[in-house]
């Protein structure tokens, strides 16, 4: 697995505040995603998109992973100003389930779907006392041709990127 180095935070763990704390990281990434996937047919189309994110320069971990994923919206044909809102500091009040609630409403939404991760906090008596109906989203994963022996599941968009191309990608998931 990567990791990026990030120094420990003193907030309540906001992407936006995490700082990274040693650079090195990013010719590291480079040199494993290029060895695990020179081989994948579309290794080039998707690795000029991995070394232009990471070319960044920032102290800040929201200013790698925010960029990786509208640059991955984009190339599934999704356009950044009608995909992609930021929450802003103070914009949405309330921790977890209040947040969601609260974002919910704000964009006019009756329904918030949840991964499985949320059953850890997610309380849907009161999604429903707000008139707002829940779910938890029960992902089967598709299977795709990936380079290698046997299929693993599971693995990053990165991964089917560069196994399947962008367009074969934007088919699984629509």
């Known amino acids: 697995s990567l990791i990026v180095p990030c120094k420990k935070s003193n ?5 936006k505040d995490i700082k990274i704390s040693d650079h090195k990281w990013k ?3 480079l040199k494993i995603i290029e060895n695990i996937f020179k081989n994948t047919k579309y290794f080039d189309e998707v690795y000029e998109v991995i070394v232009f994110i990471l070319s ?3 102290d800040y971990l929201a200013d790698y992973t925010i960029p990786s994923m509208i640059m991955f919206l984009e190339k599934l044909g999704y356009t950044k100003d009608k995909t992609f809102i930021q929450s802003k500091e103070g914009e949405i009040e309330g921790t977890k389930n209040e947040f969601l609630i609260n974002l919910t409403k704000k964009f006019g939404g009756n329904k918030y779907l949840s991964g499985q991760g949320g059953r850890n906090y997610i309380d849907e008596n009161k999604f429903l006392e707000n008139n707002i109906s829940h779910k938890f989203n029960d992902f089967k994963h598709p299977k795709y041709s990936q380079f290698g022996n046997s299929f693993i599941s599971k693995l990053s968009i990165v991964d089917t990127a560069f196994n ?3 367009v074969e990608l934007k088919k699984i998931i629509k």
């Open 11 to 15: 907030s309540e763990n906001n992407i």
């Open 27 to 29: 010719k590291k990434h």
């Open 56 to 58: 960044q320069q920032s």
């Open 164 to 166: 399947i191309g962008f």
